[in-house]
């Protein structure tokens, strides 16, 4: 798992820097950081506007006596979402978006809910020894 991070915190951002040398010869520096600028600003809108949503999604299951168990994890999902809006660059930028859009983001949160709760059954189901147990029971008798 570390090693995953580590990979991700090393190329992610020089993903990042790739694609803003890029833009940045295309339209300009200074259409470059208004760009940057402007998607965070509209990530952050678009991350405020989800959130109170999810916020009263999870309010009305609650209420309800459900347990708000997809809507708990699509508030984490818009926690990322929001970090990686903030994040100056596209690439982020583009995952952030993504998750922005409630359909997509309920399917990923139903997917690993189903998954999370398949993997904690098979890890607590107990299967049988290789071994046969029989059940018997013993008692002498003083006939021969």
């Not at 708000?68 to 596209?90: D, H, K, Q, S, V």
């Not at 299967?127 to 003083?142: F, L, M, N, Q, V």
Request: proline share 4%.
């Amino acid at each position: 798992m570390f090693r995953i991070l580590f990979l991700l915190f090393l190329i992610i951002p020089l993903i990042e820097i790739a694609i803003l040398i890029q833009i940045g010869q295309i339209f300009g520096i200074g259409y470059t950081i208004a760009l940057v600028i402007g998607t965070a600003a509209l990530g952050a809108a678009l991350f405020r506007q989800q959130g109170l949503s999810t916020l009263a999604k999870v309010q009305m299951s609650m209420d309800e006596g459900n347990l708000p168990a997809t809507e708990l994890i699509e508030g984490l999902m818009l926690l990322i979402a929001g970090a990686l809006l903030l994040t100056p660059g596209f690439f982020t930028d583009v995952f952030g978006f993504l998750v922005l859009i409630p359909p997509l983001r309920n399917k990923i949160a139903q997917s690993l809910l189903i998954n999370f709760i398949q993997s904690h059954i098979n890890a607590h189901h107990h299967k049988p020894d290789s071994g046969r147990i029989i059940d018997a029971e013993h008692w002498e008798s003083d006939s021969e």
